[in-house]
């Protein structure tokens, strides 16, 4: 079936660095986009999300970019610090409450 | 606000043996979730529970993966018989109505078949 993949399993970023983490997406008919924050030990933590019905969503720090033209997600980190180091999914789904398909993960390293 | 609660947050069994997890949403959240997450990959739903009723059981391996949620709000998920393959994080969500986007993940219980 059609899934969220990831370009780049690995991200190393020196702090204060911008960091910028990419995602493609096979179906078209997604609605809504996620981006999660796993650190080790723990469940995803909500980032940020965004709807296919926009292209930007800003929130502190960080930035989602949608460009369903050629299904690509982007999450921008600013000024990333050493917390930032986690590994973050994409995730997809068609409609509120359906079931979310996430991508296979990048991990950010941050560099002091 | 309590978060998702699980446990137990380790298990190591052998195959073929039985093993049980036991998830807690978060108060007032009528959606619950159980993902697996096998290492290096994103968490893959196995069911989804809207109260009491299951919504999407899809990927529920049924032959030896299970789950309830009697009351509607703790749930349990078992595997019976474990294979070495169910080797994997095993997470609960929860979400305050069908239909809400965030879902809250707990910590996740690690399964270990040997």
């Known amino acids: 079936g059609e899934s969220v993949g990831l370009h780049l399993p690995t991200l190393s970023v020196q702090e204060g660095d911008n960091s910028i983490i990419n995602c493609a997406y096979s179906?078209?008919?997604?609605?809504?986009f996620i981006w999660y924050k796993q650190e080790s030990g723990k469940g995803p933590q909500f980032i940020i999300d965004?709807?296919?019905?926009?292209d930007k969503r800003q929130g502190q720090r960080v930035t989602v970019l949608l460009n369903k033209t050629v299904k690509h997600l982007s999450l921008q980190i600013a000024a990333t610090q050493p917390g930032d180091s986690a590994v973050y999914f994409c995730?997809?789904?068609?409609?509120?409450?359906?079931?979310?398909?996430f991508g296979g993960g990048t991990r950010l390293m941050v560099k002091p | 606000e309590a978060g998702v609660a699980q446990s137990p947050r380790y298990k190591i069994i052998e195959k073929r043996q039985s093993v049980a997890f036991w998830c807690n949403p978060i108060?007032?959240?009528?959606?619950l979730y159980w993902y697996q997450q096998i290492l290096g990959q994103g968490p893959k739903l196995l069911i989804q529970?809207?109260?009491?009723?299951?919504?999407?059981d899809s990927q529920l391996p049924k032959d030896r993966f299970s789950a309830e949620r009697l009351k509607g709000v703790d749930s349990t998920l078992k595997i019976q018989p474990a294979k070495l393959e169910d080797s994997a994080v095993y997470l609960c969500?929860?979400?305050?109505?069908?239909?809400?986007?965030?879902?809250?993940f707990g910590p996740g219980t690690r399964l270990t078949v040997t």
């Open positions: 995730a997809e789904t068609l409609d509120a409450g359906n079931m979310l398909t």
């Open positions: 108060s007032g959240h009528a959606t």
């Open positions: 965004i709807r296919s019905n926009m």
């Open positions: 179906n078209s008919a997604s609605d809504y």
């Open positions: 529970f809207q109260n009491n009723g299951v919504v999407d």
């Open positions: 969500a929860s979400s305050f109505l069908d239909g809400s986007y965030e879902q809250y």
